[in-house]
Antibody
């Protein structure tokens, strides 16, 4: 049974870097799939942040203006997100998720989500 | 980016009702369309993938249809546990995008 679990600070100061890690169990990241991050501001819709493949290749949402860095640690079976220069607009529940690498590339497993608040 | 527009944004229905939610893409996405259900305080759950394929474990009262730019999610007989928010998502482009959501409430 595949499980994903986000971890990281729940409060980040403006202009600092938001750092989250997603631990995966029940499936080896090295076996394939894209591993991604999605966020949901309180009471709003879902936004794809970016994804990483086990090889380390990444794709992130251009709307985030290159503030995103992602990495993968196959030895620990986890992947990470850094979002720099945060503002209040980055306050959201952040989900890590697994996305298929072949058709139809649906998101079949999600973490429970972690609320990150940007505030001084 | 491919824009996904859902309608309605909310609806009120009773247990046993047939409910239909629509999703329109700003360009053809063939059948790269997925539907998710989100309960309050929980992560979204995949219901339908590739426009019409039922995810394992999802009740058969859920169904999806459509291709190109227009898609629908139908719940044939609404159950108490179906009151939730539903999102469509296109996976055609490198950047996945989601519809704004449809909140299904109890009438």
């Amino acid at each position: 049974h595949v499980q994903l679990q986000e971890s990281g600070p729940g409060l980040v100061k403006p202009s600092e870097t938001l750092s989250l890690t997603c631990a995966v169990s029940g499936f080896s990241i090295s076996s394939g799939y894209y591993w991604g991050w999605i966020r949901q501001p309180p009471g709003k819709g879902l936004e794809w942040i970016g994804s990483i493949y086990h090889s380390g290749s990444t794709y992130d949402n251009p709307s985030l203006k290159s503030r995103v860095t992602m990495s993968v640690d196959t030895s620990k079976n986890q992947f990470s997100l850094n979002l720099n220069s945060v503002t209040a607009a980055d306050t959201a529940v952040y989900y890590c998720a697994r996305r298929g690498s072949g058709f139809p590339q649906s998101i079949d497993y999600w973490g429970q989500g972690i609320l990150v608040t940007v505030s001084s | 980016d491919i824009q996904m527009t859902q309608s309605p944004s909310s609806l009120s229905a009773s247990v046993g009702d047939r409910v239909t939610i629509t999703c329109r893409a700003s360009q053809s996405i063939i059948n790269y369309l997925n539907w998710y259900q989100q309960q309050p305080g929980e992560a979204p759950k995949l219901l339908i993938y590739a426009a019409s394929s039922l995810q394992s474990g999802v009740p058969s009262r859920f169904s999806g249809s459509g291709s190109g730019t227009d898609f629908t999610l139908t719940i044939s007989s609404l159950q108490p546990e179906d009151f939730a928010t539903y999102f469509c998502q296109q996976s055609y482009s490198t950047l996945p995008t989601f519809g704004g959501g449809t909140k299904v409430e109890i009438k």
